[in-house]
């Protein structure tokens, strides 16, 4: 009997101890950076590719790739902030985030670190401090625009339209043919940040000015109800009677599939998108956000999409400076730019695009104003911040029968209620 | 011997315990606890005063209850009387000896992942790819309803399982004297089968209260952390995970989001305190 309980006992012990040993760490190699990011779909190339490059050159430091889905990695990095448990190399959003934790200390400045002369201060600012400091190392940009299938633009003879007159007269002949849907873009709620960033950050930059119009919100010179910026909302919302049907429950991925499978003449999408999209073979071409006057310039946004940066908690911060700096090489950016098509280093080396399609999205910078979005600094900095708003109100307008003036009204009336230079005197 | 029982006893019910009271207990205490603080500092209220007097933050909480409210009440008005019929048909012999293959079928839908089901629903009703016209989860007046007999849909298996086992467990004698008596089909059902199943239709209505207020799985893996059309999915539990976790641009604030759950215990508290106060009570099981 006594043996019995005895035994009992240490079974329930060792239960209860087995898990925990288990979880304990096992040995490591000499140097492990781990690099947080958000962008799982580039797992492949990061593990067969980048990689096994560094790891070849430097002997002794063990990379692992630790992504975290997009829509969950700001908080699930920020917890992992807090505990101290992120990884050594922080890929950095721009703006928003990471302007947090250039605040809270948890990013170390990179100032001195070698290879950064080959960035202009104008591409590092996104991750730097309110002085120029940079704290990522700035790694990619991309770009919105339409994809149009070219097979059947030839079958209704009609050519990549440059106005907005020309834009929507295309569109108009899609529609009357009957066969394809003319637009195809996102309007499922749970997608709309693709409403604001390759909708009204497509179209807008041309209406506000680009960047001058930005600063304007910015400072309160200029209300989100003046005639320019509803006038960017009226673009998008010109949208509306050529969307595919039940708008409101396509989301981003029945967007892409309507274009792929020639259901779809013309796909509001990003640059990022260009191996999904347009994989060789396939006859499709790009073009940029249209301009209302037949010979103005047109505004090509450039966003920038991820830096990296080093966690200030780590215990390798020399090995992840050293990886930063190769982050800042010509071989760095060249394999980056072709291994991940559409997103474009941010370097000044001549870089060469083997991707056709890549190529071609960059070209919508030529001859055109480059323009950072709005909204992605101070005004994303406060609650209910601009981002998660603008997305809410150009989903409703896109779906439901509100009117260009009232979006806008409603974004001014979300910003009078916090935005200091915004706030009604 | 009763101490040796006794020991015993606390011996064996020890490990559920301790689980229970680090995993339910402690957190629970946790988080109210933390709710009073905001950036490691003391607050006091001001985090609750905060969710219930700020423009935006009360607005939304007020919306989430309503729409958890909608949830429940079109989740026990379907799910009950759907499981009661379907439970009554397989007791009453008429499907023979179809009544493993039914109790099977109906049950498989609650062990699918939640994921798997939003994601075949949507396909369904999908206007591009499935099978209805009308943007059912496009728009703001059936969004949340389609949520929720999806929900429905996949659940029905539960409420279901308790009402056949109790429907079975009445004694067959009872039954028999009432058809010697010359009683209907129909007055049998009602007059004695519902009675006697009263209080486990009682805990089904508060289970689904229960799971209804903590739902946040499937409009979470159809809509996300902000689920639309313009917030009129958003249930108290993806108001919480927003405001703890964070959503897109949004960052998290765990101290407010820790308020956001206190206030939700309390709201289900109150709700099952007040049911079994009121209705369970009476719900006595019949004397045979």
């Known amino acids: 009997m006594k043996i019995k309980k005895a035994s009992l006992v240490f079974v329930m012990i060792i239960s209860l101890i087995i898990p925990s040993s288990l979880l304990a ?5 000499a140097t492990t950076l781990t690099i947080e990011s958000w962008r799982a779909d580039d797992s492949v190339f990061w593990k067969e590719t980048l990689i096994p490059m560094y790891e070849k050159a430097n002997p002794g430091v063990k990379i692992v790739w630790a992504p975290t889905p997009s829509n969950e990695y700001d908080s699930a990095l920020s917890l992992r902030i807090k505990g101290k448990t992120a990884g050594d190399v922080i890929m950095c959003r721009p703006y928003g985030l990471t302007k947090t934790l250039i ?44 994809y149009y299938n070219k097979d059947i633009f030839k079958e209704l003879k009609l050519t990549a339209p440059k106005t907005q007159a020309e834009f929507i007269a295309v569109l108009e002949a899609i529609k009357k043919n009957g066969k394809y849907t003319p637009l195809a873009a996102a309007g499922a709620s749970a997608d709309s940040w693709a409403l604001d960033q390759m909708g009204l950050e497509l179209v807008g930059p041309y209406y506000w000015k680009g960047d001058a119009g930005g600063k ?105 400076k050293k990886l930063l700096t190769w982050f800042t090489t010509k071989e760095f950016a060249q394999a980056y730019a072709n291994g991940l098509p559409g997103f474009f280093p941010l370097s000044k080396d001549k870089i060469s695009i083997d991707n056709k399609m890549a190529q071609a999205w960059l070209n919508l910078r030529d ?59 | ?35 009073f603080f905001q950036e490691n500092v003391f607050v006091g209220l001001k985090n609750f005063n905060f969710l219930f007097t700020d423009e935006n933050a009360s ?72 099978i209805v016209e009308y943007p059912l989860l496009g728009e703001k007046a059936t969004a949340l309803p389609t949520i929720t007999l999806m929900s429905v849909w996949q659940y029905l298996g539960i409420p279901l399982v308790f009402l056949y086992s109790a429907l079975l467990s009445i004694p067959s004698n009872i039954i028999e004297a009432a058809r010697v008596d010359g009683a209907s089909d129909f007055r049998i059902f009602f007059g004695i089968k519902i009675p006697l199943i009263a209080p486990q239709i009682g805990i089904i209505t508060i289970l689904t209260f229960i799971w209804t207020f903590n739902g946040f799985d499937i409009i979470y893996a159809l809509n996300g952390g902000m689920p639309g059309p313009d917030y009129s999915t958003d249930v108290l539990g993806t108001l919480f995970y927003r405001t703890f976790f964070g959503w897109g641009a949004d960052q998290g604030n765990q101290n407010l989001g820790a308020a956001t759950a206190t206030v939700i215990f309390f709201i289900i508290l109150l709700g099952t305190a007040a049911y079994f106060a009121t209705v369970q009570r009476r719900l006595k099981v019949s004397q045979l």
């Open chain 1, 103 to 146: 605040k809270n200390k948890n990013l170390i400045p990179l100032t001195g670190l070698p290879g950064l002369s080959n960035f202009t201060t104008q591409s590092m600012q996104s991750w730097a401090n309110a002085s120029s400091v940079p704290y990522c190392v700035p790694s990619a940009s991309v770009g919105a625009g339409f």
């Open chain 2, 59 to 130: 607005k939304r909480l007020f919306f989430a209850f309503l729409h958890n409210c909608e949830f429940f009440l079109i989740a026990a008005s379907v799910q009950l009387p759907l499981a009661l019929c379907m439970a009554a048909l397989l007791t009453s012999g008429r499907v023979r000896r179809m009544t493993g293959f039914y109790r099977t079928l109906l049950f498989i839908p609650s062990t699918l992942s939640v994921v798997i089901v939003g994601f075949i629903w949507r396909l369904i009703i999908s206007p591009l790819w499935g």
């Open chain 1, 216 to 320: 304007a919100l910015d400072d309160g010179m200029r209300k989100a109800t003046d005639s320019e910026y509803v006038a960017a909302f009226s673009a998008l919302a010109s949208w509306k009677p050529y969307l595919p049907k039940a708008f409101s429950t396509i989301n981003y991925t029945d967007a892409e599939q309507l274009f792929i499978l020639g259901r779809a003449a013309i796909l509001v999408e990003g640059s990022w998108s260009v191996k999904e999209i347009a994989p060789p073979g396939k006859n499709v071409g790009v073009f940029g956000a249209p301009v209302a006057k037949a010979g103005d310039k047109p505004y090509v946004q450039v966003l920038a999409d991820h830096g990296f940066g080093v966690n200030a908690s780590s215990p390798n911060q020399a090995a992840a």
């Open chain 1, 25 to 29: 760490t096992s040995a490591m190699a």
């Open chain 1, 367 to 425: 001859g055109a104003v480059v323009t950072a979005p709005i909204g992605m600094d101070k005004m994303n900095t406060g609650t209910p911040n601009f981002f998660s708003v603008i997305n809410n109100i150009l989903n409703v307008m896109m779906t439901t029968k509100m009117t260009p003036q009232q979006a806008a009204a409603d974004l001014q009336k979300s910003l009078e209620t916090w935005y200091p230079p915004q706030k009604k005197k």
């Open chain 2, 1 to 35: 011997m009763t101490r040796k029982r006794h020991r015993q006893l606390v011996l064996f019910t020890f490990p559920a315990l301790a689980f229970f009271l680090i995993f339910a207990v402690f957190p629970l205490i946790g988080t109210i606890y933390i709710s």
